[in-house]
């Protein structure tokens, strides 16, 4: 890793909101979020692209984008983690129809106090009725 350092966007996790509860560490295919002693942190800022794909999972608000100086992203660090993830991931499904993230793509929803997913074919009913 390059101790250069650059202004970019990375997820920053406000640890009083966050308990820890673990949802956040899947949607994040690099690998940058763990568990550390009962919080979510970013334990390597390389490994962070910035996308925010953990932040709509939140239960608690606690993940959010900053833009501050860090180390870039290392797609080379990042590849060999995404292909392990790959291999053990277990396809999530439609909180509404069950439809598996294999038939049809899957957003982030908040729905009943729940953090859960939803399949774009259903997602034009629950916004129109
Ligand atoms: S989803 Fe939110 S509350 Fe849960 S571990 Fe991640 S940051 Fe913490």
């Known amino acids: 890793m390059s101790s250069e350092t650059i202004t970019r966007q990375i997820v920053r996790i406000d640890e009083a909101l966050c308990t820890g509860c673990g949802v956040c560490v899947s949607p994040c295919a690099e690998g940058a979020i763990q568990i550390v002693d009962g919080k979510a942190k970013v334990i390597r800022e390389e490994l962070c692209d910035g996308a925010g794909f953990c932040l709509g999972v939140c ?27 790959k291999a053990n991931y277990i396809a999530q499904h439609c909180f509404n129809c069950g439809a598996s993230e294999d038939a049809a793509p899957l957003l982030p929803v908040r729905t009943k106090g729940d953090s859960t997913w939803v399949c774009t074919r259903c997602l034009p009913a629950l916004i129109h009725g």
Not at 63 to 85: G, N, Y
């Open 59 to 85: 239960p608690t608000g606690a993940l959010t984008l900053e833009e501050r100086e860090t180390v870039p992203f290392d797609h080379e660090a990042a590849e060999p983690i995404m292909a392990q993830k």
